[in-house]
């Protein structure tokens, strides 16, 4: 069973930066994109940043020139490098992987969440 492990959240000041990692584990064939959302409260969960297995990415527009999304094929692992913070940026991030693996065949895989907040 696909497993994704995040982390690097916490607490930061506004302005400040940081890094969050997902690692995904077990019987993955190939991975399609991987991706970030966020969960506000009384908000919908919106996409963060996406990445593809080109290396395309897509980012909210809320996040351009602040937040850059990469990742390490080999290693199955994508990460969120977040700059310039503003308490609006706080959330409950999650790791999102759309891949094909064992036993579920092609689907969205998510994982548990990390926290984020920013302090003004």
């Known amino acids: 069973q696909v497993q994704l492990m995040e982390s690097g959240g916490g607490l930061v000041q506004a302005g400040g930066s940081l890094r969050l990692s997902c690692a995904a584990s077990?019987?993955?064939?190939?991975?399609?994109?991987m991706a970030w959302y966020r969960q506000t409260p009384g908000k919908q969960r919106e996409l963060v940043a996406q990445i593809t297995s080109g290396g395309n990415t897509n980012y909210a527009d809320s996040v351009k020139g602040r937040f850059t999304i990469s990742r390490d094929s080999a290693e199955k692992k994508v990460y969120l490098q977040m700059d310039s913070l503003k308490p609006e940026d706080t959330g409950v991030y999650s790791c999102?992987?759309?891949?094909?693996?064992?036993?579920?065949?092609?689907?969205?895989?998510w994982g548990q969440g990390t926290q984020v907040t920013v302090s003004s």
């Open positions: 999102n992987v759309h891949a094909l693996a064992l036993p579920d065949g092609v689907r969205d895989y």
């Open positions: 077990g019987r993955i064939f190939s991975i399609n994109y």
